[in-house]
C-alpha cells in the first residue's frame, strides 16, 4: 500500500515539477503575496479532482474524443498567448510601475478565474493527470492510494511555490527585477501556447 501512495507521489512530481503557465502564474502570485493560500488551494485541489477522474476511468474517454483535445488546445493556446502578452507589456513598461507594492491587488476573484483558466484550458493538464497518472495507476494493486501520492505531490509542490517564493522577495524588491520576471513569464506562457498549436 504505501509502495503505491509513494509511486504515486513520484510520478506526479516528475510531471508537476516543471516550468510552465500554471507554475509561472503561482510563482508569480507567491512573489507579489497576492492571494497565494487560494491560488494554491484552487491548482492542489484541482489537480486531485483532475487526477481521481482519470483514476475513475475518464481518461479513456477523453482519449477516444480527440476532437473534445484538439479544441481544448485551441482555446488554451488563445488564452496563453493573451496572457503573454500581457506579461510582455509589463516588463516593458517603466520601472516603477512594476514595484507589487505601488500596484493593486487583483481581487481575488480575477485571480481565481485566471488560475482556473491556467489549469483547465491547458490540454497538458489532462494529458499529465487525467490520462497519464490515471492510466499508470490502474497498474497498481491499490490505485487509490496511488492518486492520493500523486495529490499529495501537487499540493507539497503548490504550496513550497506559491509560499516558498517569498524568500526570494528581497532579490525582487527593485522593478528591474520584475521587469525580467515578466519578460521571462510571457516567453513561457508563448511557448506553451506554441507547443499546443504545433501538437496537431
Same mark, same amino acid.
Request: one cysteine or more; charged letters at 10%; a positive charge.
Given at each position: 500500500?504505501?509502495?503505491?501512495?509513494?509511486?504515486? =507521489? @513520484? #510520478?506526479?512530481?516528475? +510531471?508537476? @515539477?516543471?516550468?510552465?503557465?500554471?507554475?509561472?502564474?503561482?510563482? %508569480?502570485?507567491?512573489?507579489?503575496?497576492?492571494?497565494?493560500?487560494?491560488?494554491?488551494?484552487?491548482?492542489?485541489?484541482?489537480?486531485? !479532482? +483532475? /487526477?481521481? !477522474?482519470?483514476?475513475? *476511468?475518464?481518461?479513456? /474517454?477523453?482519449? #477516444?474524443?480527440? *476532437?473534445?483535445? $484538439?479544441?481544448?488546445?485551441?482555446?488554451?493556446?488563445? =488564452?496563453?498567448?493573451?496572457?503573454?502578452?500581457?506579461?510582455?507589456?509589463?516588463?516593458? %513598461?517603466?520601472?516603477?510601475?512594476?514595484?507589487?507594492?505601488?500596484?493593486?491587488?487583483?481581487?481575488?476573484?480575477?485571480?481565481?478565474?485566471? $488560475?482556473?483558466a491556467l489549469t483547465y484550458l491547458n490540454?497538458? @493538464?489532462?494529458?499529465?493527470? &487525467?490520462?497519464?497518472?490515471?492510466? &499508470?495507476?490502474?497498474?497498481?494493486?491499490?490505485?487509490?492510494?496511488?492518486?492520493?501520492? !500523486?495529490?499529495?505531490?501537487? =499540493? $507539497?509542490?503548490?504550496?513550497? +511555490? *506559491?509560499?516558498?517564493?517569498?524568500?526570494?522577495?528581497?532579490?525582487?524588491? %527593485?522593478?528591474?527585477?520584475?521587469?525580467?520576471?515578466?519578460?521571462?513569464?510571457?516567453?513561457?506562457?508563448?511557448? @506553451?501556447? !506554441? $507547443?499546443?498549436?504545433?501538437?496537431?
Amino acid at each position: 500500500m504505501l509502495t503505491s501512495a509513494i509511486a504515486g =507521489f @513520484v #510520478a506526479a512530481a516528475v +510531471l508537476i @515539477v516543471a516550468i510552465g503557465a500554471q507554475n509561472a502564474f503561482v510563482l %508569480r502570485q507567491g512573489l507579489r503575496r497576492e492571494h497565494v493560500v487560494p491560488v494554491v488551494l484552487t491548482c492542489a485541489l484541482s489537480d486531485l !479532482a +483532475l /487526477i481521481s !477522474a482519470g483514476i475513475a *476511468g475518464l481518461g479513456a /474517454i477523453i482519449a #477516444a474524443q480527440p *476532437g473534445l483535445v $484538439t479544441a481544448i488546445r485551441w482555446i488554451g493556446a488563445a =488564452f496563453l498567448f493573451g496572457y503573454a502578452v500581457l506579461a510582455a507589456r509589463r516588463a516593458l %513598461r517603466p520601472t516603477g510601475s512594476l514595484d507589487p507594492a505601488g500596484k493593486a491587488p487583483a481581487t481575488l476573484r480575477a485571480t481565481l478565474l485566471t $488560475t482556473l483558466a491556467l489549469t483547465y484550458l491547458n490540454p497538458h @493538464v489532462y494529458l499529465d493527470t &487525467v490520462l497519464l497518472l490515471g492510466s &499508470v495507476a490502474q497498474q497498481h494493486a491499490h490505485r487509490w492510494l496511488f492518486g492520493l501520492g !500523486a495529490a499529495a505531490a501537487s =499540493f $507539497t509542490w503548490f504550496a513550497g +511555490l *506559491g509560499l516558498g517564493a517569498r524568500r526570494l522577495g528581497p532579490l525582487l524588491a %527593485r522593478p528591474g527585477a520584475w521587469r525580467i520576471l515578466d519578460g521571462l513569464i510571457a516567453v513561457v506562457m508563448a511557448v @506553451v501556447a !506554441a $507547443t499546443l498549436l504545433l501538437g496537431d
